[in-house]
């Protein structure tokens, strides 16, 4: 069969000479036959799509935890929006979409129950520290398949450690530690394009914020609504990237200044809203009464809870593997059944 021969041609003869082509990746972690049909990109897309991982996506906050409403995003919708924004840009300026997709797919599986504030919590806990980025890398490498990983390919496995920017600098090359592929450039603009959107969509659903209280400079630049703002800035980006061996995705300054605002908009009155944090400090408590049961019940852990984990790693590894993997529901069940009384069952 040479259908991925013949796509892998097509990568060569349509894309732009500076797009990451499959059958030039740098390689996987074990060396391994390539399949008949799909290119090394896309069989890692979808590994990772079919992975246990990303399925639990679903369950996991983005913002709000467990929201009631339907309409509210969660771990899963973000990344396939982030997804479907990079694709975007990526088809339109040649590059290699399959790469960008993947990337995209996998960028936030190392994410903790309860968002941000889980990993923050985990990171004052574990020795060494612990941040979503390189958990999702240790999730492709070394948990999923009970432990065998899925072995993506390097670019892929770049993409995904790089792609988080929290409060600092949104665009970032190789040449200052960012992305080595400019398909991994796409995935960290296109990441925040889409959360100060739909976290600014689901804020005004949820009435933490109205309409009038978003910056007049930011819906002049931007638009008056989450389309609207998308929108511009994927045209911008596609508009001002300069797509070279040394080449950088960016916006123009007018419109970055306008994200930025946006994000620090987000960050002052949503992210630490006191509606927003007296969930979220519900959320630490349950996240650090968990990691703190495990570590002092040990045989416990291992009998009942850990599953596949291996027990040759460090305790404190396997506790926190354990826990970041968790959904929201999942976590708080669990604390539920650990440290909730049970009613007496009268005979």
Request: with cysteine; glycine share 6%.
């Amino acid at each position: 069969m040479q259908i991925r021969i013949e796509q892998e041609r097509r990568e060569r003869k349509y894309l732009s000479p500076f797009a990451s082509l499959s059958d030039a990746s740098k390689g996987r972690l074990k060396p391994e036959e390539q399949c008949p049909i799909r290119t090394a990109f896309q069989h890692d897309r979808d590994r990772i799509l079919h992975s246990k991982t990303f399925r639990r996506l679903k369950h996991k906050t983005q913002v709000f935890l467990s929201p009631s409403g339907d309409h509210y995003r969660t771990r899963l919708t973000h990344t396939l929006e982030v997804s479907q924004i990079a694709r975007t840009i990526s088809r339109s300026l040649l590059l290699n979409e399959d790469l960008a997709e993947a990337i995209s797919l996998g960028h936030d599986l190392g994410h903790t129950p309860f968002g941000h504030t889980g990993e923050k919590v985990l990171n004052r806990l574990f020795p060494g520290g612990f941040h979503h980025t390189a958990q999702s890398l240790r999730v492709v490498d070394v948990l999923e398949r009970e432990g065998e990983g899925l072995n993506l390919t390097f670019e892929v496995r770049d993409g995904i450690v790089k792609h988080s920017k929290g409060l600092g600098a949104v665009v970032s090359t190789a040449a200052d530690g960012g992305p080595q592929t400019l398909e991994g450039q796409v995935v960290r603009l296109s990441d925040i394009i889409a959360y100060v959107n739909h976290d600014i969509d689901d804020a005004l659903r949820a009435k933490v914020i109205r309409e009038s209280d978003i910056p007049i400079k930011v819906v002049e630049t931007l638009g008056s609504n989450c389309s609207e703002r998308i929108n511009t800035m994927v045209i911008d980006t596609i508009r001002h990237s300069e797509i070279s061996e040394n080449g950088i995705v960016r916006m123009s300054a007018e419109i970055f200044d306008a994200l930025l605002e946006l994000r620090k908009f987000l960050y002052r009155r949503v992210y630490e809203n006191d509606v927003v944090a007296e969930d979220l400090r519900r959320a630490e408590r349950i996240i650090k009464e968990l990691y703190l049961f495990f570590i002092s019940n040990r045989e416990k852990f291992y009998s009942e809870y850990a599953g596949t984990i291996d027990v040759a790693d460090p305790l404190e590894r396997s506790v926190v593997d354990y826990i970041a993997g968790m959904t929201d529901r999942y976590a708080v069940s669990t604390f539920e059944e650990i440290f909730m009384p049970r009613p007496w069952m009268v005979q």
